[in-house]
Every structure is written in structure tokens, then in C-alpha cells.
């Protein structure tokens, strides 16, 4: 959601009039636009002259200037009243104010705190009744109550229906991580195989992303492993390129895949353009669904070929069978009578859900998906479930058919909704019987697998930082670990990594790089390529100077309880100079340094104010745990630099030359064979290319001899 926010005039009165634009995108082809005119007046609370967009009317209050005598007096003095139920009250007197403004229409409200931050995102049937339940918070669960508490403002978004709350609801949720929804934090999106429709000769390829290639588009299968097994079995069996268009102009001779019968070489006329349309036909069957139809014609044209003693054609054909027979076999569980699902099940224990989510298309498994969504242990399974859902498909289209382990509280308003988002009916069931209970149950055998080795893993990790803390001396175990690390070749591309860890595992979504920028070979000024000590000390202080400005509180979640840098007495040295400077003096710090002979299962580990460094025994867990880690972050560290390092591969000394753009680049290339020859040719040989005028051909010149 794009909100903009302009203060236009004042009124006789005192009064602030403030125009707010919202713009959301809730879904493929369903977007919002609404404006709204808030009046800040003295009573605190607005009154909304409302301007309908494409669906959506808001009500909105920002901020609150109270008089002397008002009860909410105490929630903007600064006074810091620690008794939760003095809190609680003051939370439900800001919630009871603003319900005297809330529309009694569908909608959505948000909950914000005194910095702005949204602390919860609800829909309701209707705004009113529902936000007049927190004006009693003792009728609330234990986190709700909580929330009540810190709420200072509201925010109210109406909407035409239930089901676009519901939609609405989901995208807020998605985009401002509210700390009292149940959330699901997992945001990859899935593999599909592309089959491309812009080329005379399709391309069958992995894709993920949006799809704006002209094509066709078979999943969303749960792994890059599942995409990679089926884009094999459609090279064995129908021969299809796998090139890029580039690399398909430019072939001379049949490449390898070729040889290995993985590919007609269509690049080099092995194939008519007729015969390679019906493969790419034959392919565009098997993944809609007819491959038993595709198997049994290859039967008839092996026998056939068999008859006419083509024996070699004949056991092509047998290959490409077998090929098809090998993807039939890993679908052990199928329903035919399932074109498009999504079986769904969850299982509860320990205050923890595990969400399954198996896919099904034209009528073959897709695979699956385990998500721990975040919740409280107050939350049943039935809600969760139906929050999940609504977060799940705020990004991913719905099939037709969602089968359920649980009833939803609100099924048909779901339904509803993810009709509404797929743009057709989506049907959504909990089947009691038969082979579709069948699927649900296999779902659901999985999430309490997965759920049980979770919570052996969770176990495990949290007795590994209770020893880390032991170790290092810590008053508790640590939730967030931080690890650095710095990568470069002589000091080229430096890249600066750090890795995050929990009690959860590690948090990748919480990786950052670094640029190195400090360093004189950038230009200008700096320190020497290839000081690390310099380059730990950029990085580090980069990463807190900005925490200390976006999160200077720390409640954020954002900051670590323990640094581990990877290096010895020096970087220690370096990370501890840093955080003196930043005036940051409550955080551990440790450096890991590998053993004698850079030895990596004798790891020394110093700590500031601590004369000789640990050395722990060579088959202590912790220990290993630390090695992870430290492993972790140079993985990350040098995979960010080779990243780097194949980009600036790719550039040429052509890119940088005003005026020459990719056409012309490859005409020059095309006339002179190499960059180097471009720089060493004369101007009247540049101006013979095609393209290329008199006065881009003197600026070509000048640019590789500046001194004429």
C-alpha cells in the first residue's frame, strides 16, 4: 500500500485538513485507489469528507491533540505508568474515542502504536461492533490485552464487501508484519515450468517470478527439485531446447545435449519447423495432463518403426517411453478426478502449528510444503488455518479446489474472497470420506512429522545456545547471533556478509552484504585494498549506525544479543573500537579464529578483557555450532563476491561510451571481433560501421585516446 499525505490548509476553527491517497494491490488484476480528507481538529479525531476510488473509502486518524481536562491526558504526557492494568485502560479510552467515528460498514481497522507502527490488522463485517469488543479488555485473551495496551491510534479502511475486507486484510498483514497477527513469514514464491510462446522454436525452461514472458505456465510445483525432474523427463522424452535465444542464434553445430539425445537441434536444422511444433504440442499435452495419451502413441510409433526394421528409431522411441514411465512412478499419491488442488492440513501441538500444503495439478502431486506460521499458544488450530490461508494466497493465484483438514470459522467468506482474488469460483471443502479424505489424512501424517522434527530441532538448537552462553559467559542464551565476514580477491569487489541465526535456526531472510566503499581502489581517498581491519570496521559501522537510527529503542526485534566475527585478536579489536565509537557497550562479542595451521577443529575464540582466547575440546557440540556458523557467513560472504566479481566479468569497455547502446555495441563487435580492436581502430575505420556516424565515430575515437 503507497500512502501520500499533504497538508493543505487550516480551517477557521484551528482545524488541520490533511488529503490522504491510498493505492493498494490486492491481487492480480484488483488494485484500489481511494482518497480521503482527514480533519485534525481539537477534539483530536477526524471527521472524513470521503472520496470513493475503485472500491475502497477510508477513515483515518492520525495523531491526537488533547485538551487538559481530557481522559486520554495520560497516554501523551510522557508519563511512563509501568501497571498493566492502568495501560489497558488507557488503550480501550483511545479505542472507545475513536469507535464514536467508525463506520459501521465491512472493512478493515489497524491498531498503531505511539512510534506509528501497526501493531495489529482486522477486518469485520462490520467496523463499529467489532472494534467496540477492545473497549473490554477483560473479556480478551491474555494477547490481546496486551495490544489494547499499547495501542495509541486507529485506522479504519472501508470496503464494499466482507470478502474484499478479507482480501485487504491479508495484503496489510503481508506488508506490515503486524507483531499481534498470526504471520507467515515464508515469501518464496514457487517454480513453474515455462514453455515460451514468443520464438518460432519454444523453449522449455524453469521460471519464477512474475510471469510476463509470452507463454505458457505449468505448476506451481513445491521445489526447484520437482521443476528439475520434469524439465528432464521433457528433454528425454520430446527433445525440446533448452537454450537461451541468444545462445540459439549463434550455433554453428549441435551441442552436447544433442549427443545425448536430450535435444533435437533445432538450432542447426536437424529438425523441420513442422516436426518441432508437433513436439513442443506433444510436451503442452503431457504437462495438461494427457501423458498416458502421449505413452501410448509412442507405443504405436515404436511398434511401427519395430515393423519396418527402423530399430534405431524404434529404440528411441522406447527411451523416451521410459522417460515418461519414471515421472509416473514418483506420483504415488493422485486422485485423477483432481485436475487443480491444494490438499491443506495442519497439526497443533506444544503451542506450534505446522501448515501442510500439497499440490495438485492435472490431477499429478506437485509436491509439498511445510510453513510454521508465528502465532501465540492461545490461538487454535482453526484460526491459524484460516489465517494462513488468507496470507498465502495473498501472493499465489487459488486452484479451483482447496481441500481442508479443519472447518475455517468463516469458509464461505474464504471462499468467497479467493474467488474474488482468482478472478473465477474457487471451492473450498473438508471432506469427511472417501479418496480426498484420503489426501487430507496423507497431508496431515506429513504436518505432524515435519511438526515433530521441528520441535527435536528447536530443542536441539536452544540446548546449543544455552551452551554458547556458558561458554562466552553470557547471562542467557542468546535469540539473536550475528556473524561477519569479509570477502575479496587482493582487495578487488570486496564484499562485507552477515549471517543471522536464532532459536529457530538460521533467519536468511535477515542476510545482509555489504559494498565495501572505504577502499582507495573505488576512487579517491580511502584505505589500502585488501585491509581487512578497515573493512570489518566499515562494515560494522555502517550496520549500527543504522540500527541506532531506525531502531534507537530496540524494540524492533533488529538487534543482536551476540556479534561473532570471523578473525582473530585484531577484528575483535576493530568490532569493540567500533561500538566504543557508536557508544554501544551492552552487546557480547566474540571473534573465531581458526586453530594452528588454520586448523578448523581447534578454533580459538577471543573475548574482550581476557588475556589467553577459549579452546574448546575438539568434539564439543558448541563448538562445532560455532564452525557452522562462522561456515555460514564465509559461504555467504564469498558467494556475494563471486556474484560480484562474474558481473563486472560481463561488462565490457564498451558499456561505459556515451551514445553506444546495445545495438550499436554489437555492430561493432560484429565488424571488429573484440572490444580491444574497437579501442585500436582509427576513425574512419569506426565510421564504416553500420550505425555509426562521423560524430559517434570521433567520440568512440577520443574516448580510448583522451590525449588525441
Partial sequence: MAISLNESETGDKGEVFRDVHFTTDTGRGFSTELST????????????????????????????????????QAADNGN???????????????????LKTAPSTPGVYRMLNARGDVLYVGKAKNLSKRVSAYTKPER??????????????????????????????????????????????????????????????????KHRGAQKRKGDYFGPFASVWAVNETLTVLQRAFLLRSCSDSIFANRSRPCLLHQIKRCS?????????????????????????????????????????????????????????????????????????????????AHQAGGSTCVQVFFFRTGANYGNRSYFPTQTRDEDVETVLEAFIGQFYAKALPPKTILLSHDLPNRDLVAEALSVRGERKVTVLTPRR??????????????????????AESSSQRKLLNGLADLLGMEAAPERIEVYDNSHVSGARAVGAMIVAGPEGLIKNA??????????NNGGDGFS????????????????????????????????????????????????????????????????????????????????????????????????????????????????HRQKRSGAIKRSILDDIPGVGAGRKRALLHHFGSPQAVAQAGRADLKAVDGISQGLADKIYDWFHPDG
Fill in 140 to 205: 480478551q485473551s491474555v494477547r490481546i490485552r496486551r495490544m489494547i495496551s499499547e495501542t495509541e491510534s486507529m485506522e479504519f479502511v472501508k470496503t464494499h464487501t466482507e470478502a474484499e475486507a478479507l482480501l485487504l486484510e491479508s495484503n496489510l498483514i503481508k506488508r506490515y508484519a503486524p507483531r499481534y497477527n498470526i504471520l507467515l513469514r515464508d515469501d518464496k514464491s514457487f517454480p513453474h515450468i515455462l514453455l515460451t510462446g514468443d520464438h518460432e522454436f519454444p523453449q522449455v525452461l
Fill in 511 to 520: 542476510y545482509r552484504k555489504f559494498n565495501i566503499k572505504g577502499a582507495a
Fill in 37 to 72: 480528507r482527514i480533519v485534525d481538529s481539537s477534539s483530536g479525531f477526524g471527521t472524513i469528507a470521503e472520496h470513493p476510488g475503485n472500491g475502497f473509502t477510508s477513515q483515518v486518524h492520525l495523531g491526537r491533540k488533547l485538551s487538559e481536562n481530557s481522559s486520554l
Fill in 265 to 345: 537441434a533445432p538450432c542447426v536444422d536437424r529438425i523441420s519447423k513442422e516436426d518441432y511444433a508437433q513436439l513442443v504440442a506433444q510436451a503442452h499435452q503431457f504437462l495438461s495432463g494427457g501423458s498416458s495419451e502421449i505413452q501410448r502413441h509412442f507405443s504405436e510409433l515404436m511398434q511401427e518403426a519395430s515393423d519396418a526394421l527402423e530399430f534405431e528409431v524404434a529404440a528411441q522411441y522406447r527411451d523416451r517411453i521410459r522417460a515418461l514411465t519414471r515421472v509416473q512412478a514418483r506420483q504415488d499419491i493422485n486422485v485423477a478426478s483432481l485436475n487443480e488442488a491444494d490438499v491443506i492440513a
Fill in 529 to 640: 585494498p585488501g585491509d581487512d581491519y578497515a573493512m570489518m570496521r566499515e562494515v560494522l559501522t555502517r550496520r549500527f549506525s543504522r540500527a541506532l537510527k531506525e531502531d534507537p529503542d530496540r524494540a524492533g526485534g533488529q538487534w543482536p544479543d551476540l556479534l561473532l566475527i570471523d578473525g582473530g585478536k585484531g577484528q575483535l579489536g576493530v568490532a569493540l573500537e567500533v561500538m566504543e565509537e557508536l557508544g554501544i557497550d551492552d552487546l557480547t562479542i566474540a571473534a573465531v579464529a581458526k586453530g594452528v595451521e588454520r586448523n578448523a577443529g581447534r578454533e580459538k575464540i577471543f573475548l574482550p578483557e581476557r588475556d589467553r582466547p577459549l579452546e574448546p575440546p575438539a568434539r564439543d557440540p558448541v563448538l562445532y555450532f560455532i564452525q557452522r556458523l562462522r561456515d555460514e557467513a564465509h559461504r555467504f560472504a564469498i558467494g556475494s
Fill in 80 to 98: 511512563d505508568d509501568t501497571n498493566p492494568s492502568d495501560s489497558r485502560k488507557r488503550g480501550a479510552a483511545v479505542i472507545e474515542a475513536h
Fill in 434 to 455: 472417501g479418496e480426498k479424505r484420503h489426501l487430507v489424512d496423507h497431508a496431515l501424517d506429513n504436518a505432524r512429522a515435519a511438526h515433530a522434527r521441528r520441535l
